[in-house]
């Protein structure tokens, strides 16, 4: 007995396949090598904190980040920076839907963190090793 399915039936199944994300989590071994290859290291002190939602379409709940830090200590710095210099991290925090990359975590006031991160074009800077650019990978 042979099975035939309608055009439509394998045209929806396809494009509900297409729909999943096709990502996974990044080895210890992949996020240690962007952390290598930022161009910022630093340890940073969290000042402020402002955190909007995207867009008012946002069933997700992502956010757009945008953090207040005193540099405390440079490791290396592309940019220049300097132990006492204020900086401002700009991303989009993305809550965890599955697979994929480490979402970047959501940082505390007047918490203290090592952080890898690359200047933007805008002068702000960015997280430059996703999930792991305020913590050690282990």
Do not use: C
């Amino acid at each position: 007995m042979t099975l035939h399915k309608s055009p439509l039936t394998i045209f929806i199944s396809l494009f509900a396949f297409l729909l999943i994300p096709a990502q996974a989590e990044l080895s210890p071994k992949s996020y240690r090598n962007l952390q290598a290859k930022a161009p910022e290291v630093l340890q940073i002190q969290l000042k402020a904190r402002k955190s909007s939602r995207l867009s008012l379409l946002n069933f997700s709940r992502d956010r757009n980040e945008r953090l207040e830090a005193t540099v405390l200590s440079v490791t290396r710095s592309k940019s220049g920076l300097k132990a006492g210099d204020k900086i401002v991290i700009t991303y989009q925090h993305r809550k965890s839907r599955g697979p994929g990359p480490r979402p970047i975590p959501k940082l505390a006031n007047g918490g203290k963190y090592p952080a890898w991160l690359s200047k933007t074009a805008e002068g702000t800077y960015s997280p430059a090793a996703r999930g792991f650019s305020f913590s050690v990978v282990n």
